[in-house]
């Protein structure tokens, strides 16, 4: 008998389950908190909890399957680690465009002649003597590194070129944009690149903590990865090439979902720490996003589920609105709630709330801690960074003693936006612990917190609330409010009617007046069409009120809170090659092979080589990661033009996909 392991990683919580493959059931399920920098312990103890309650012997299961949300996250919330950015043949101007520049953070850039044009012939050679000059001035802390040159789909070579002087001289991670995409727009290809190597390290430990610890158990079973279309790689794929697991968490819910619900059309809404993500489900099946991921501010060349992803979840930050009347904002960065804090560390937050408390004034640090993340101290640090960085070596610390002068926050946040450090503070999940709505952490702390935090003043001069219990009530009610804007907006935007301005509709008057269904001279009336799925641990404690307000009917499964590491082990291995044929003019085609550009005389001869060379590629990725019955879909897009009443070739696009199950078998 045959098991499936699936193993969920989220910024709060690990989730792990058990299937039975024969009988399609779940058999257990654990969880056990996110342990960062060290996530073999909070991947250890899901997996283990999950199998001791399940009864499994290690050797019984069979395939272990991985999905993730911390890609997402480090997105959403602009961490990640430090790369260079080496651009091939392309303007200074060109770094402006598809947010290029904003992703770069201020990493720097190593500009170069060369690349190649729409025929894949080099149009300068590149000078690597001067390759070799900049990346030995680059500043020490650089985690990867990001090449990307002009037509790199269309000839590959000087891309290749530089990966290849980069590996041997640093030895540190190189991302070509040419590996990530197939289509043409160098500055969003290289915007792709650049993520996926800030990427690299991050994904990197997280499947190295499953991989040891599935050998340290005695687990012998292949490890997949759930890619962020739902498909499965393999583990290898998915360090090479994290990028493609960004919205990996939310794919795998969405097949949860629809395995625990049976339900065909709904919105899937899952709530986690970090972020809110909201897909359609038509006929049992996600929409793939015709654009390319978008995750936070960043539209990438990703294939992955229609997703609309939101930086509101259990754990966002809760921010006062400035104006007379006050009023609260949830997201999008991430917090680590206050009353998790004090189960690890409750002398330091207590006495530092108890001193706060008993001033009558709100504290000047919010009541706030600085949490470091790291095993070994990062390198590469300006000087305010790295004195802030000494301070916080021995543990968490009140802001107000981590940071002692006002030129010394900017360095704080950006070891926050590095992922160096965590910043502690009021959350829902500490709002919840006020409300008993949950008590897995220390409520007597999340209590003080949030007295204290009701001790802030709104614009006239009132307290924002008048004890924790008010302001935990209105926080709880804003995520509800908050949660009703995105699942309104996305479904607007998914609409048949094809809305204008989602967003705007989302907030107008007449929805508002809709969903309370209001009677006077005019009455309204509006709700979804279709049932809400609400998946994630904290959605039984305020999906239901969203329900309400929605007018519309709440799906809570039994294992919500585990629907992603479900969704992980149902999934599919789909591996895909995408190749161009192109022509310079009469009997003259390029097929544009995945190593080098090749010339043929014959248009079929080019595609049919093109086909074979795509075919052997998609085939031979889907083996490697475990599946024998492989399935081929190819189609051609054919581009031509009648002239004189003869057809003219323009070029062809070629796409194989290559699916399958990966092989289930003990050993």
Known sequence: MAYLLGVDTGGTYTDAVIIDEASETVIASAKSLTTRPDLNLGVGRAIDNAIALSGVAPDQVAMVSLSTTLATNALVEGQGGRVALVFIGFD??????????????????????????????????????????????????????????????????????????????????????????????????????????????????????????????????????????????????AREKPIETILSGPAASIAGAQWLTGETDAL?????????????????????????????????????????????????????????????????????????????????VHKALDQALATDLPAEDGGRFAVPLWKTPPEGLDPREQTVADRLNDGPLRIGDAVRTRMENPALMRLVGRGHVMIAGVTPSDASHVLGRVSAWDSLAAEKALTLFARRRKGNGDRIAADAGQIAQAIIDQLTAQTVDCLLESAFAEDDLDWDAPADLAQHPLTKAGLAQHRGVIQTQLSLGVPVIGLGASAPSYYGAVGERLNTRMVLPEYAGVANAIGAVVGQVSMQAHGTVTSGGAGVFVAHMPDMPQRFVDRDEALNALEVALVQSATARAQAAGVQEVRLTVTRDMKEVEIEGQPMFIEAEIHVRAQGRPRIAIG
């Not at 809760?318 to 009353?339: C, D, F, K, N």
């Open 268 to 348: 899937v809404s899952d709530i986690g720490g970090t972020t809110t993500d909201i897909c359609l489900l038509r006929d049992g099946r996600p929409m793939i996003d015709p654009q390319g991921a978008r995750v936070g501010p960043y539209r990438t060349m990703v294939e992955a589920v229609a997703m609309r992803t939101w930086g509101l979840g259990g754990d966002s930050e809760v921010h006062v609105v400035e104006g007379l009347h006050g009023g609260l904002r949830l997201g999008p960065r991430r917090l680590m709630p206050i009353s998790l804090l004090a189960t690890d560390h409750p002398t330091l």
């Open 92 to 237: 200074e101007s060109e770094l402006n465009r598809a947010g290029l520049i904003d992703a770069l953070k201020g990493d720097p850039v190593i500009q170069m002649s060369g690349g190649h044009n729409h025929a894949g012939s080099e149009v300068s050679p590149l000078d690597l003597a001067r390759l070799d000059t900049e990346l030995a001035a680059l500043p020490k802390g650089i985690t990867g590194y990001a090449v990307a040159a002009s037509f790199a789909t269309r000839n590959p070579a000087h891309e290749i070129a530089v990966r290849d002087i980069i590996r041997a001289k640093t030895g540190k991670p190189v991302t070509c944009s040419h590996e990530l995409s197939n289509a043409l727009g160098g500055p969003k290809r290289a915007l792709t690149a650049v993520l996926n190597a800030r990427l690299i390290g991050m994904i990197a430990r997280l499947i190295g903590a499953c991989e040891d610890h599935l050998a340290k158990i005695g687990i012998r079973a292949r490890l997949m990865v759930v890619r962020g279309d739902g498909a499965l790689v393999s583990a290898d794929v």
